[in-house]
């Protein structure tokens, strides 16, 4: 007797398993936009993910630490152009050498890191062989960094949101770009109104580097009115157990100060943090990347 309840409890759970993995949503896609997250579809219940744009930057690192103190993983949608010099890029160098060791330590704890193109240029408004550059340059450059810890990329967010955010771009445009992207990445957007506006406007007293002389966070009523603001668009979205995409950009110093507390704040509403990775499998199944193919 005690063998058919084991095998019966045995074969309850492997039928729940196959449950939890099968694909709860078809991998259908249209010619004006590929496969992926866009504000308006599903997300589970009480979930936040974090995605952070821009970077890797100054304030990358002390970022990553606080994820990593928070036991919390997020997605870094990255340019890998020279952010000294964004109007004279020299594609030749490659910087991201200078923040090999986040890098690093981003995979190590498992962040995942998304193609935001090499020099944030909008896709729109590009030729295809120019899509092509944008989006292969900066892999090039992280696979040099990164060597044997380099991870396939198969998530993509496009500068601006463009073509995909509002609708001052063509139908010809959108399509033009889903061509490209189609069977090669998936498009991750964020979720409307869940845009941390950390790069809306620089408060005073915040700026790209920490020993710049306009780097006074301290004693900036500004900058902390500009936290303040960041925190509010987010938790008052982050009720009632609404799930979001956040849009943060780890090129900003408020959000790296904001970061912690909000961590701990959403928590104690009862929310837990994924990646886009694992939103991806819990849409469309743990083997949905087999379906792509980067550039």
């Known amino acids: 007797m005690k063998y058919f309840v084991r095998l019966f409890t045995g074969l309850a759970l492997f039928n729940l398993t196959l449950l939890a993995y099968a694909h709860p949503f078809p991998l259908l896609q249209s010619t004006d936009r590929p496969l992926g997250y866009y504000s308006g579809d599903p997300l589970p219940p009480k979930t936040i993910y974090l995605t952070f744009d821009d970077g890797p930057w100054e304030f990358t690192n002390e970022i990553v630490?606080?994820?990593?103190?928070?036991?919390?993983?997020?997605?870094?949608?990255?340019?890998?152009?020279?952010?000294?010099?964004?109007?004279?890029?020299?594609?030749g160098k490659n910087l991201m050498f200078r923040?090999?060791?986040?890098?690093?330590?981003?995979?190590?704890?498992?962040?995942?890191?998304g193609d935001h193109t090499y020099s944030h240029q909008d896709l729109a408004r590009l030729t295809p062989r120019q899509i092509t550059f944008q989006l292969t340059l900066l892999q090039k450059q992280l696979a040099e960094v990164l060597g044997k810890d380099m991870p396939v990329l198969h998530l993509m967010r496009p500068p601006y949101g463009?073509?995909?955010?509002?609708?001052?771009?063509?139908?010809?445009?959108?399509?033009?770009?889903?061509?490209?992207?189609?069977?090669?990445?998936?498009?991750?957007?964020?979720?409307?109104?869940?845009?941390?506006?950390?790069?809306?406007?620089?408060?005073?007293?915040?700026?790209?580097?920490s020993d710049s002389k306009r780097y006074h966070p301290s004693g900036s009523p500004g900058y902390k009115k500009k936290m303040e603001?960041?925190?509010?668009?987010?938790?008052?979205?982050?009720?009632?157990?609404?799930?979001?995409?956040?849009?943060?950009?780890?090129?900003?110093?408020?959000?790296?100060?904001?970061?912690?507390?909000?961590?701990?704040?959403?928590?104690?509403?009862?929310?837990?943090?994924?990646?886009?990775?694992?939103?991806?499998?819990?849409?469309?199944?743990?083997?949905?990347?087999?379906?792509?193919?980067?550039?």
């Open 162 to 209: 463009s073509p995909w955010l509002g609708h001052w771009n063509t139908p010809a445009q959108r399509q033009k770009v889903t061509k490209m992207l189609e069977g090669h990445y998936i498009v991750i957007m964020w979720t409307l109104g869940w845009d941390s506006a950390d790069s809306i406007n620089w408060a005073p007293g915040e700026w790209f580097e």
């Open 65 to 91: 630490d606080i994820l990593h103190e928070e036991g919390v993983r997020a997605t870094f949608f990255m340019n890998s152009f020279d952010k000294d010099n964004p109007f004279h890029a020299d594609t």
């Open 229 to 295: 603001m960041e925190m509010n668009r987010i938790l008052t979205r982050a009720v009632d157990g609404h799930s979001g995409v956040i849009l943060m950009h780890d090129t900003h110093p408020t959000s790296r100060d904001i970061l912690k507390k909000m961590i701990e704040t959403l928590k104690s509403r009862g929310y837990h943090f994924a990646t886009m990775d694992d939103y991806c499998k819990w849409r469309w199944g743990p083997r949905v990347f087999q379906h792509f193919s980067p550039l």
């Open 99 to 113: 923040f090999q060791r986040v890098l690093k330590k981003m995979v190590k704890d498992g962040d995942v890191i």
